[in-house]
T-cell receptor, first 115, second 116 residues
Framework: NAGVTQTPKFRVLKTGQSMTLLCAQD?????MYWYRQDPGMGLRLIHY???????AKGEVPDGYNVSRLKKQNFLLGLESAAPSQTSVYFC??????????????FGDGTRLSIL | AQKVTQAQTEISVVEKEDVTLDCVYE???????LFWYKQPPSGELVFLIR??????QNEISGRYSWNFQKSTSSFNFTITASQVVDSAVYFC?????????????FGRGTSLIVHP
C-alpha cells in the first residue's frame, strides 16, 4: 500500500519553463489537495479537488493549474515557471464521510527550484 | 472563516524538559475537527491526532498529551520528557464538518528544537 506518491521528488527549472507534478493515491480518497510550503508560511493550499473531474482554487492558485481526470491522480501544472514558485510542494488526500473529516495523508513532497 | 494560530514560531528546549505547543483556533461551526501533524527534518508530514469538537476529554499517548478546551478555543499539545527525536515542525489544523467543501486550515507551524 503506497499511500500518496509524488513525482518527481526534486526538479530544477529555468524561468519560463513548464512542468507537471504528479500525485497518485491508492486509498480511494475523494479529496485531494496541492499545498506549497515556504519558510515561515506553513502550508498554503494551491488547489484542491473534491472528486474526479472537479477542481477548485485554494489560497494561492495564481500561476498554477490542476486536473483530476482520474480519481486516483491529481496533477499540478506550472505553465510558465517563475522564481517565486520555488518551494516544496505537497500533495495530500483524505476521506470525508459520515464519520467526519479524517486526517489527510501526505506525499513526501517535491522540492522545486526555479532559476 | 476559519483561522488557526500557532503563536510560537520556534521553541528550543533541552532534552527531558516538558514542552507545550499552543494552538488557538477560530470557527463559526459548532461541529469541527482538530488535528496535529508532525514534520520531522526528513520532511514528511505525519498525522498525530484528531479531535472531534464534541469530545473535550484530554488524550494521552505515551509522552504526548493533548488538552482541548472549547471555552478558550485551544488545542494544546504537550510533550513530556522531550527527546531529540521530537525535534520537528508541528502543525495544528482545523476542519469543518463533513460534507460540502472539506478544506482544512493549517496554522503556520511551531518548530521544536530539542538539544541533547
Amino acid at each position: 500500500n503506497a499511500g500518496v506518491t509524488q513525482t518527481p521528488k526534486f526538479r530544477v527549472l529555468k524561468t519560463g519553463q513548464s512542468m507537471t507534478l504528479l500525485c497518485a493515491q491508492d486509498m480511494n480518497h475523494e479529496y485531494m489537495y496541492w499545498y506549497r510550503q515556504d519558510p515561515g508560511m506553513g502550508l498554503r493550499l494551491i488547489h484542491y479537488s473534491v472528486g474526479e473531474g472537479t477542481t477548485a482554487k485554494g489560497e494561492v492558485p495564481d500561476g498554477y493549474n490542476v486536473s483530476r481526470l482520474k480519481k486516483q491522480n491529481f496533477l499540478l501544472g506550472l505553465e510558465s515557471a517563475a522564481p517565486s514558485q520555488t518551494s516544496v510542494y505537497f500533495c495530500a488526500s483524505s476521506y470525508s464521510g459520515p464519520t467526519g473529516s479524517l486526517p489527510q495523508h501526505f506525499g513526501d513532497g517535491t522540492r522545486l527550484s526555479i532559476l | 472563516a476559519q483561522k488557526v494560530t500557532q503563536a510560537q514560531t520556534e521553541i528550543s528546549v533541552v532534552e527531558k524538559e516538558d514542552v507545550t505547543l499552543d494552538c488557538v483556533y477560530e470557527t463559526r461551526d459548532t461541529t469541527y475537527y482538530l488535528f496535529w501533524y508532525k514534520q520531522p527534518p526528513s520532511g514528511e508530514l505525519v498525522f498525530l491526532i484528531r479531535r472531534n469538537s464534541f469530545d473535550e476529554q484530554n488524550e494521552i499517548s505515551g509522552r504526548y498529551s493533548w488538552n482541548f478546551q472549547k471555552s478558550t478555543s485551544s488545542f494544546n499539545f504537550t510533550i513530556t520528557a522531550s527527546q531529540v527525536v521530537d525535534s520537528a515542525v508541528y502543525f495544528c489544523a482545523l476542519s469543518p464538518p463533513s460534507g460540502g467543501s472539506y478544506i482544512p486550515t493549517f496554522g503556520r507551524g511551531t518548530s521544536l528544537i530539542v538539544h541533547p
